[in-house]
């Protein structure tokens, strides 16, 4: 059997065994008798792409919050977008693609938005939405759509997100018979109990460890560190479980893991992205912005210091010249941002300005403030005086962020002190000069200008076109927290800050504790991360989210508390299994009576099959491929390199993401992003059966198994092998049937009958042959539904 025939059958058959272990393939796993007409997937897939387009795009004419509703369609409901307006219907089920929606944001009819085309990623998840139907899961009556069409105008009272912070009372209920562990069991079974519902049962041991070690160092539990925990655990309970917890939170990985969520927000990248005239700049120096939002997040930074530094970290005092630095680095994530093309862009610095301050609502404050640049907020309290106020702040502030390919369209980073005690590695330079000596270590950051001026408003947003200026200062919707004023001679990012991590203020504490809420159940309090505005939903549990904030700033803003104290809850501990009633009455598990069956990131799977395959390098990633190349990346193609160390030290590059985590939603960096869309495509299968990386750590898995002293050939223990890879794989032994279906598929891989004798032919080819098997069996078990889920 030649090669490549052989691999063709390998991957053929091979890949056929994950459907008996866990179905293999894209599939959601947890499904019910009785499906709710929008699953979790088209949910999470409406919030992550679909609703923040209509609000950005859409609402300023076509939400009842508009002074005229445009041609009377109102696209903020899903009653709105099926009455539809003055020519009907806004979508078409029968014939998605001809749809007014998708003809006007095609620009084959009316074209919307008139200012100017969507993207076409965009546009195509438009029509994957209206071909599933158009889930939504926003509802309005027919009555208030056709009074809002006719000019009623609502009644509703002041917006919960804006309103003082409030712990509400506990009176936990004698009912529960002891069932709550905490506070936070109490508010969740005084919700349940409101609908008539019940808890399932807790995890088991061994699911637990492995979604413990998932959700606080993104990396699986060993077979030794589970068996070790289930023993612990049988013997001593949650004694056992806060013993591991606090074990993952003191790892240097927890920083790895909790670090590349913020730099989802920080919309981290370390190259431009394509400015619209081709060229992607890289941005050699942001990965020192990486490595201090990890070192951050191990040290439990506080979170208001955390947010300070990132604002204002050259503005504030330190001790030593390291200090100095590690500070101003800090202050790159308002100058990683992807830039607009500066030539004939005469908006250019408002451009950079509006980035700016995109990230600080956004990322902190789950408030999107863009359309106020234009215009007073059609949906939230925010006049385009408050707007220019912020903008002031940061029009005050220098941007750096390095030479691309000796444009002259960036400005210079700024240089560093030596660096040894941030991060134990020689400095990284930016490169040699023509003289051969060495220019000094480079950051990313800002620094206040010289000259310190106010804004004045651009009408329509247009720098060229002026009204009146507008003093430095802070959105006045947040009137329970004292705007601090802004001196003369400093930009106002120190009072920013100041005000942002004031312990009145409604919406840092409460969108922090909802982003750790999602990263650790998969589902969100405020379904909606990123938009605590008007038009983002409601929390489904606003006392629970109200004491969480609290209790995060009682507790000194300490990440490593609040996510150990909702780790050790009842509520965190659940097992994802339910009854059938539970499920029909609740399927997207708001009432939170079960944990979530959810599918593992792109970089927590990469990781998974480097640790199986035993190529896993647990050092931290040195600097960037891209650190020392001021370039045009798409002049010089990929400069993606092999690396074997976790995935958030791979290079970022906008428009150019890793290839080994393109396929699953990896962010592309260009704005805050809270919530990764969960897409369900065949290129993720594909990418599980062809790509290169999952082949490679295949057969390393394989070799990993056949160097084993104790497997022998295949003739005398392949059983040996088989329980191995299985528990290696999924921490657990295999089935009696995956037992057999194993040795089948290996033995026809191998060509021969289990019992032949390997001497009676090519010793050579059958050696290979037994690789090629065994790789077969290896890349079947990281392809399946249980490798890549976490319960």
């Keep these: 059997m030649s090669a490549v025939v052989l691999w063709s059958a390998r991957l053929t058959i091979g890949l056929a065994l994950a459907l008996p272990l866990a179905v293999a393939g894209a599939a959601e796993v947890e499904k019910s008798e009785d499906v709710a007409d929008i699953s979790a997937e088209q949910r999470h897939f409406f919030e992550a792409k679909i609703r923040p387009v209509l609000v950005s795009h859409c609402y300023a004419c076509h939400s009842v919050g508009a002074d005229e509703v445009g041609g009377n369609l109102l696209l903020d409901s899903r009653e709105g977008i099926v009455i539809g307006g003055e020519s009907g219907p806004a979508i078409d089920l029968e014939s998605p693609g001809q749809s007014l929606i998708m003809e006007a944001i095609r620009y084959a009819g009316p074209e919307m938005p008139p200012d100017q085309p969507l993207g076409e990623a965009i546009v195509a998840d438009f029509a994957t939405w209206i071909g599933w139907g158009a889930p939504d899961p926003r509802s309005s009556s027919a009555e208030a759509v056709l009074a809002a069409r006719s000019g009623g105008e609502s009644t509703d009272e002041a917006h919960w997100a804006f309103q003082p912070l409030v712990d509400p009372p506990r009176t936990p209920s004698s009912e529960n018979g002891g069932w709550a562990r905490d506070s936070i069991d109490d508010l969740v079974w005084q919700r349940m109990l409101a609908d008539g519902l019940n808890p399932t049962h807790d995890a088991p041991p061994e699911v637990l460890i492995r979604r413990l070690s998932y959700d606080l160092i993104g990396l699986p539990a060993s077979r030794l560190t589970t068996e070790a925990f289930v023993e612990d655990y049988r013997k001593r309970g949650q004694l056992a479980v806060r013993a591991a917890v606090d074990d993952l939170l003191a790892s240097p990985h927890f920083g790895e893991r909790w670090g590349r969520h913020w730099l989802d927000v920080a919309r981290f990248g370390e190259s431009n992205g394509n400015d619209g005239l081709s060229r992607n700049p890289t941005f050699p120096h942001a990965w020192r912005y990486r490595d201090y939002v990890i070192d951050a997040l191990n040290d439990d930074v506080p979170y208001d210091r955390f947010i300070t530094e990132q604002i204002a970290g050259d503005l504030l005092t330190a001790e030593s010249a390291a200090e100095s630095d590690r500070l101003r680095i800090a202050t790159g994530f308002l100058a990683i941002g992807s830039k607009p093309a500066k030539a004939m862009n005469v908006n250019f610095d408002m451009?950079?300005?509006?980035?700016?301050?995109?990230?600080?609502?956004?990322?902190?404050?789950?408030?999107?403030?863009?359309?106020?640049?234009?215009?007073?907020?059609?949906?939230?309290?925010?006049?385009?005086?408050?707007?220019?106020?912020?903008?002031?702040?940061?029009?005050?502030?220098?941007?750096?962020?390095?030479?691309?390919?000796?444009?002259?369209?960036?400005?210079?980073?700024?240089?560093?002190?030596?660096?040894?005690?941030?991060?134990?590695?020689?400095?990284?330079?930016?490169?040699?000069?023509?003289?051969?000596?060495?220019?000094?270590?480079?950051?990313?950051?800002?620094?206040?200008?010289?000259?310190?001026?106010?804004?004045?408003?651009?009408?329509?947003?247009?720098?060229?076109?002026?009204?009146?200026?507008?003093?430095?200062?802070?959105?006045?919707?947040?009137?329970?927290?004292?705007?601090?004023?802004?001196?003369?001679?400093?930009?106002?990012?120190?009072?920013?800050?100041?005000?942002?991590?004031?312990?009145?203020?409604?919406?840092?504490?409460?969108?922090?504790?909802?982003?750790?809420?999602?990263?650790?159940?998969?589902?969100?309090?405020?379904?909606?991360?990123?938009?605590?505005?008007?038009?983002?939903?409601?929390?489904?549990?606003?006392?629970?989210?109200?004491?969480?904030?609290?209790?995060?700033?009682?507790?000194?803003?300490?990440?490593?508390?609040?996510?150990?104290?909702?780790?050790?809850?009842?509520?965190?501990?659940?097992?994802?299994?339910?009854?059938?009633?539970?499920?029909?009455?609740?399927?997207?598990?708001?009432?939170?009576?079960?944990?979530?069956?959810?599918?593992?990131?792109?970089?927590?799977?990469?990781?998974?099959?480097?640790?199986?395959?035993?190529?896993?390098?647990?050092?931290?990633?040195?600097?960037?491929?891209?650190?020392?190349?001021?370039?045009?990346?798409?002049?010089?193609?990929?400069?993606?390199?092999?690396?074997?160390?976790?995935?958030?030290?791979?290079?970022?590059?906008?428009?150019?993401?890793?290839?080994?985590?393109?396929?699953?939603?990896?962010?592309?960096?260009?704005?805050?992003?809270?919530?990764?869309?969960?897409?369900?495509?065949?290129?993720?299968?594909?990418?599980?059966?062809?790509?290169?990386?999952?082949?490679?750590?295949?057969?390393?898995?394989?070799?990993?198994?056949?160097?084993?002293?104790?497997?022998?050939?295949?003739?005398?223990?392949?059983?040996?092998?088989?329980?191995?890879?299985?528990?290696?794989?999924?921490?657990?032994?295999?089935?009696?049937?995956?037992?057999?279906?194993?040795?089948?598929?290996?033995?026809?891989?191998?060509?021969?009958?289990?019992?032949?004798?390997?001497?009676?032919?090519?010793?050579?080819?059958?050696?290979?042959?037994?690789?090629?098997?065994?790789?077969?069996?290896?890349?079947?078990?990281?392809?399946?539904?249980?490798?890549?889920?976490?319960?």
């Excluded at 009137?479 to 009072?495: F, H, I, L």
């Excluded at 109200?546 to 996510?563: E, N, Y």
């Excluded at 528990?727 to 033995?747: C, H, K, Q, S």
Aim: one cysteine or more.
């Design 351 to 791: 451009d950079v300005v509006a980035d700016q301050i995109d990230v600080v609502s956004t990322a902190i404050m789950g408030l999107s403030v863009a359309c106020a640049r234009c215009h007073d907020h059609k949906h939230d309290p925010i006049p385009t005086n408050d707007y220019y106020a912020l903008a002031g702040i940061f029009l005050s502030t220098e941007t750096l962020w390095g030479l691309a390919a000796n444009e002259k369209l960036t400005a210079p980073a700024t240089p560093l002190h030596e660096l040894t005690s941030v991060r134990p590695r020689p400095v990284a330079t930016s490169g040699d000069d023509d003289s051969g000596e060495r220019p000094v270590a480079l950051a990313m950051g800002v620094r206040d200008r010289k000259k310190i001026v106010n804004c004045q408003i651009n009408i329509n947003g247009e720098s060229q076109k002026l009204g009146p200026e507008v003093a430095r200062g802070m959105l006045s919707l947040v009137d329970v927290v004292a705007a601090p004023a802004v001196g003369e001679n400093q930009s106002g990012r120190v009072e920013l800050a100041r005000w942002l991590t004031d312990q009145k203020h409604p919406l840092t504490a409460r969108v922090m504790v909802n982003r750790v809420w999602w990263h650790l159940f998969g589902q969100a309090i405020v379904p909606t991360p990123d938009d605590f505005g008007s038009y983002g939903a409601p929390p489904t549990h606003p006392g629970l989210l109200d004491h969480l904030a609290v209790g995060f700033q009682q507790d000194g803003w300490s990440l490593k508390r609040l996510i150990r104290r909702i780790v050790l809850s009842r509520t965190y501990q659940l097992a994802s299994e339910a009854g059938a009633d539970a499920i029909r009455r609740d399927p997207d598990n708001r009432l939170l009576s079960r944990h979530l069956r959810r599918r593992l990131d792109a970089e927590a799977l990469r990781d998974s099959m480097l640790v199986v395959s035993g190529q896993f390098d647990a050092r931290p990633g040195e600097g960037s491929v891209v650190e020392r190349l001021d370039v045009l990346v798409n002049k010089q193609g990929s400069l993606h390199r092999p690396s074997r160390h976790r995935s958030v030290y791979l290079c970022s590059l906008r428009n150019s993401p890793p290839p080994e985590l393109a396929a699953f939603d990896f962010p592309d960096g260009i704005r805050p992003l809270g919530m990764r869309p969960q897409t369900t495509l065949p290129s993720q299968s594909l990418f599980l059966l062809n790509s290169p990386f999952v082949i490679e750590q295949s057969l390393r898995f394989a070799e990993r198994l056949l160097a084993d002293p104790k497997a022998g050939r295949l003739t005398s223990d392949p059983e040996s092998l088989i329980e191995r890879a299985f528990v290696e794989a999924l921490g657990r032994a295999p089935t009696t049937d995956e037992r057999a279906e194993t040795l089948e598929l290996v033995a026809a891989l191998v060509d021969e009958p289990l019992g032949g004798d390997p001497s009676s032919s090519d010793s050579g080819a059958w050696e290979a042959r037994r690789r090629a098997a065994w790789a077969a069996v290896c890349q079947a078990l990281m392809a399946t539904n249980e490798f890549r889920y976490l319960d």
